[in-house]
């Protein structure tokens, strides 16, 4: 089980959310690190979708989180987002994969901690780190579907496609990622820190 007591808002920007260098404008970066609780943030593009960029913010609390959702939402105009908890350690990698699973039944949080103790355990050329988390709801009862995220670091998308590629783990433990989910989300970001 993941150990963080922070939560990281994971929300994803269309370009006309961007400035005419394709970075949050400074407006964005400043109201979103003028939050109460703020603890760090980082930036970055989809590697698999040029037009679609990932801002990722870690928070307090739950509370927190939820507080800046609604402090910026004229400042960032989010396609998506998502709270989970987790450390954002990993998003300081050179490049960080980002795998989804959701509609997640019982268990399968469990599934993708053993995974990662796997992957941890093989020291596979080019790993960074890898943490998990399930969704946390910050509106409502907490209700309705259900997700899962992983995050790992890898010095690039490369090193993570011959890693999956390679006799080891990955392939040993890649049917606990499979199972107990309806559909997943993978994508790769190069974050920077806010």
């Not at 927190?64 to 400042?75: G, L, R, S």
Request: proline content about 3%.
């Amino acid at each position: 089980m993941p150990s963080s007591a922070t939560v990281t808002l994971f929300q994803t920007l269309d370009v006309e959310s961007l400035d005419s260098g394709n970075q949050l404008p400074g407006d964005a970066v400043a109201k979103v690190k003028s939050q109460p609780d703020f603890q760090q943030g980082f930036f970055g593009q989809k590697l698999e979708d040029p037009k679609t960029w990932v801002l990722a913010t870690e928070w307090s609390s739950a509370s927190a989180a939820k507080q800046c959702i609604t402090n910026i939402k004229d400042h960032v105009r989010a396609q998506e987002t998502f709270v989970y908890q987790f450390d954002t350690a990993v998003l300081k990698a050179p490049c960080t994969e980002v795998f989804t699973a959701f509609e997640t039944e019982e268990g399968f949080e469990e599934q993708v901690g053993r995974f990662v103790s796997a992957v941890e355990g093989d020291k596979l050329e080019g790993y960074k780190g890898a943490d998990y988390g399930a969704e946390v709801k910050v509106d409502g009862d907490g209700a309705g579907e259900k997700s899962v995220r992983m995050v790992i670091g890898w010095v690039s998308k490369e090193a993570h496609v011959e890693a999956k590629g390679k006799p080891g783990a990955i392939q040993q433990n890649i049917g606990e990622l499979r199972a107990k989910r309806k559909r997943v989300d993978l994508f790769h970001v190069n974050f920077k820190e806010l």
